[in-house]
């Protein structure tokens, strides 16, 4: 099944260490997004992506950075963890990146930091 | 700058009985209104959503919603609850400007009671 794919999907990780989560997807879609989803704050906006080879920040980009080589891959790096980033992080994409599209999400990656 | 508020983080229902979750927004431009669901330790996925014409909209499982301009509102409806309707919904509001602006409400619990 068509999808995006999102690695780990739970993860323990000590405070200052570096952690990579992965996402792809592949239904070719132009535009891909990353959120953080903390109870009570709902889904904020991390970075995004309208196209391979752009990024952008969103409204929670500190202590994150993104890359996009291609259409199909999107990772989301925290160079040296800190306990606030303990969150579940969602993966999403759209088909392009004007705002009447459908979100494609993917199953999430909880990330806990000690 | 727009932003989402959802009357009610948790709201319960009998079986059968009217599913109704409150959403207002605030926009200084025309928006472009959605409603997503998220089940247990799964991504959203779109219920529906309004971007221009007729203001009821209809989504899937029998949900509907309705743009109300003069109360700034997108409340989310369904007449008869079921108990797979129980998870959590997402009000979220962007615009047509292009800045990939979708701004997430902090999200409804819904529980049904057999």
């Known amino acids: 099944i068509a999808g995006i794919t999102q690695a780990p999907t739970s993860q323990i990780l000590a405070a200052g260490r570096r952690m990579t989560l992965r996402c792809t997807q592949d239904m070719r879609h132009n535009a891909m997004y990353w959120y953080r989803q903390d109870l009570g704050l709902g889904l904020r906006l991390i970075h995004y992506s309208n196209t391979a080879g752009t990024t952008g920040k969103g409204e929670v980009p500190d202590g994150y950075s993104v890359s996009r080589a291609n259409t199909d891959d999107f990772p989301l790096t925290l160079a040296s963890a800190v306990p606030s980033q303990t969150s579940v992080y969602f993966c999403?994409?759209?088909?392009?990146?004007?705002?009447?599209?459908?979100?494609?999400f993917g199953e999430g990656s909880r990330l806990t930091v000690l | 700058a727009q932003s989402v508020t959802q009357l009610g983080s948790h709201v319960s229902v009998s079986e059968g009985a009217l599913v109704l979750l409150r959403c207002n927004y605030s926009s200084s431009v025309p928006p472009y209104l959605f409603w997503y669901v998220q089940y247990p330790n799964q991504g959203l996925q779109l219920l529906l959503k309004y971007t221009t014409g007729a203001t009821l909209v209809k989504g899937i499982n029998g949900f509907e919603a309705e743009f109300k301009k003069s109360e700034t509102s997108f409340h989310l409806t369904k007449p008869s609850a079921h108990m797979s309707d129980a998870a959590e919904y997402f009000c979220?509001?962007?615009?047509?400007?292009?800045?990939?602006?979708?701004?997430f409400g902090t999200g409804t619990r819904l529980t049904v009671i057999p």
């Open positions: 999403a994409s759209r088909a392009d990146w004007t705002n009447t599209g459908e979100l494609f």
């Open positions: 979220a509001v962007s615009d047509q400007t292009g800045a990939n602006n979708l701004f």
